[in-house]
């Protein structure tokens, strides 16, 4: 199916043209982003990993040093007015691609919107997908030398093959509630091969560094271990110890690691599917060969800017959800359990209340 059937599944009426900028006088979103207490670091020793105990790495691990410059990374479209709390990364290179460029490059209304720098990586560090994690090394180590009260609060990983649908949705509302959840520093999701690390949100913090240090070296220090996914095998092995783990909260997929929506008419959506005012569609799939076919056909669509796919946030079904979410842990619910919960849901009947109410 083409155009004529994501047009179809999304019902837009809208051709208009206009940018649509947040309605300003609704209340901010309550996120208290001060910066939390690092409890004191247990003590490594060359002894097996327990509870709580900060993993160590063996005396012969290859020490990686990256050297990159200023021009590696590649300015925000915007200039924020106050200092950001979120930052993006990425990488893309190997000569100009058309389609992925054009993802990224619909992360820039989105970044102007809510000023979020983005920083784009566009040499080779290191063979196969490890320049992944030795660029996340490198923005963290540089926003951790910086005074604090100049630094990203957080930084916001996306792979190239993600489009963003909703320019008008911030990042800020997936941000932990610190009263109850200071000590989480990472949010990932799983798809159903386990951890899929195509977008996630990572506190920029000295575990934040020392994650990324050990993922990077993991394939040197445990060559035994079976990598079927390369770097995010890796980060995956790595978030079984439990000081890493305990610090780690899987969210929704939905939530900003989506899939695109089946473009056949009447096709039911699956919990990990795009919504309608969903923040971006992750094409993480190119088994056919066709994934730009595929993008393209989207960035087309989302291109138009309906008013289906841009709804201002809290006439989205995320306010809902993520406050379920974070009380339902705050109870002490199992936080997969909730995820697949909330993935049920529907957001077709939310909004239209919303919209029903407004008028």
């Known amino acids: 199916m083409g155009v004529i059937a994501l047009w179809t ?18 209340p901010e979103i309550p996120v208290n982003l001060q910066q939390p207490v690092v409890e004191d670091e247990p003590v490594v020793e060359n002894t097996p990993v327990h509870e709580n105990q900060e993993p160590p790495v063996s005396a012969d691990t290859e020490v990686i040093e ?9 300015a925000a479209v915007s200039t924020p007015t106050t200092q950001p709390v979120v930052g993006k990364i990425t990488i893309s290179f190997g000569g100009p691609d058309p389609c992925y460029d ?23 560090l290191l063979s196969g997908l490890w320049s992944k994690h030795a660029y996340i090394l490198h923005i963290i180590t540089e926003e951790l030398a910086k005074p604090e009260d100049q ?17 008008l949705m911030p990042l800020e509302a ?54 079927k996914y390369t770097e995010q095998s890796a980060m995956e092995e790595m978030l079984k110890v439990p000081w890493y783990k305990r610090s780690t909260v899987i969210v929704p ?14 096709a039911r959506l699956k919990p990990n599917h795009a919504r309608p005012g969903s923040l971006l569609i992750h094409f993480a799939s190119n088994r056919d060969g066709l994934r730009p076919e595929r993008m393209g056909r989207w960035m087309d669509v989302v291109d138009q800017r309906t008013e289906r796919l841009e709804v201002p946030y809290n006439e989205t079904g995320y306010p809902d959800e993520i406050e379920e979410f974070w009380a339902r842990l705050r109870a002490g619910e199992d936080e997969l359990k909730v995820g697949e919960d909330i993935g049920k849901s529907e957001w077709e009947s939310v909004m239209k209340e919303r919209e029903e109410k407004g008028r």
């Not at 599944?9 to 609704?26: G, V």
């Not at 951890?195 to 949100?201: A, C, H, Q, R, T």
């Not at 997929?253 to 009447?266: H, K, L, S, V």
């Open 9 to 26: 599944y999304l019902r837009a009426q809208s051709n208009s043209a206009d940018i649509i900028i947040p309605d300003q006088s609704k």
């Open 174 to 227: 997936f941000i932990p509630p610190q009263a109850d959840f200071s000590h989480i520093y990472l949010l990932a999701t799983n798809d159903r091969h386990g951890l899929n690390n195509g977008v996630f949100m990572l506190r920029v913090n000295d575990w934040a560094l020392k994650l990324f240090a050990h993922a990077l070296a993991f394939h040197h220090f445990r060559p035994d271990v079976d990598l």
């Open 253 to 266: 997929q939905r939530w900003f690691n989506a899939y695109p929506p089946p473009e056949e008419q009447g």
């Open 66 to 74: 990256v050297a990159t410059t200023s021009s590696v990374a590649e």
């Open 151 to 167: 630094r990203l609060q957080w930084v916001w990983w996306f792979d190239r093959d993600t489009v963003i649908t909703n320019p």
């Open 102 to 124: 054009r993802a990224i490059e619909s992360h820039n209304l989105h970044n102007q919107i809510h000023g979020y720098p983005e920083f784009v990586l566009r040499e080779r």
